[in-house]
């Protein structure tokens, strides 16, 4: 069974630095990996989504990575902004499972002024 | 504006009662999916629709139910005999094909008294 792991729990770091989230899973056979942001109270915004034949993705300041052979990815955030304080979560879709996808329980993130 | 809508937002039922979530899609998405989050848990998967007229259990199905009568729509009900029923709940819907990236919902946070 796919299990996704998201490490650090909660980062708290001062504005203007960059900083990187983790995110780990079991099996390598998947279809894709996506990072979504969630503010408290909200549902979730899709930030990047990563096939599994691409290596990274970017979006502004953000990048992604993934490493399927390792079972790893990682969500880089370059000069991090109180703005960007939220749970960042992670998601693989996996081959075997037609189109569902299986959660970190995410990185709750505090960017400080 | 194309999107996935949740209503309500909150929703307050007492204990013993059926209650319906509702979830609108105007993506053109042919799947659908709702997910429970509990604090400190992550996501679960309760149920998932690929196409009209069909629909698969999830993780944690039991004491719900779904119905996919239109594309568009994906109405969760929860019923009496979901044990913990206080929750927030997300609606998402995936696609295109072979991109399979999921969108998700504002969500509804169900209170059971």
């Known amino acids: 069974k796919q299990e996704v792991t998201q490490i650090p729990a909660a980062l708290s770091v001062p504005e203007g630095e960059n900083l990187v989230l983790n995110c780990s899973f079991t099996d390598s056979a998947i279809y894709n990996l996506q990072w979504f942001r969630q503010d408290p109270g909200k549902g979730l915004t899709s930030l990047l989504l990563?096939?599994?034949?691409?290596r990274e993705q970017t979006s502004g300041r953000l990048n992604a990575s993934l490493d399927k052979s390792s079972g790893r990815s990682t969500l880089y955030i370059a000069a991090s902004q109180p703005g960007d304080s939220a749970t960042y979560l992670c998601?693989?879709?996996?081959?075997?499972?037609?189109?569902?996808?299986?959660f970190g329980t995410g990185t709750r993130l505090a960017v400080r002024p | 504006d194309g999107g996935i809508t949740q209503s309500p937002k909150y929703l307050f039922r007492k204990e013993g009662q059926n209650v319906t979530l509702s979830c609108e899609q105007n993506?053109?998405?042919?799947?659908m999916y709702w997910y429970r989050q509990d604090p400190g848990q992550g996501l679960r998967l309760i149920y998932y629709s690929q196409i009209v007229n069909d629909f698969q259990k999830g993780d944690i199905a039991e004491g719900y139910s779904v119905s996919r009568e239109k594309k568009e729509s994906f109405p969760l009900t929860v019923t009496s005999a979901q044990k913990n029923p206080t929750a927030f709940y997300l609606c998402a819907s995936s696609g295109p094909r072979g991109v399979y990236e999921q969108y998700f919902g504002p969500g509804t946070r169900l209170t059971v008294t």
């Open positions: 990563i096939q599994s034949s691409q």
């Open positions: 998601a693989v879709l996996e081959k075997s499972s037609g189109d569902k996808l299986t």
């Open positions: 993506l053109n998405h042919d799947a």
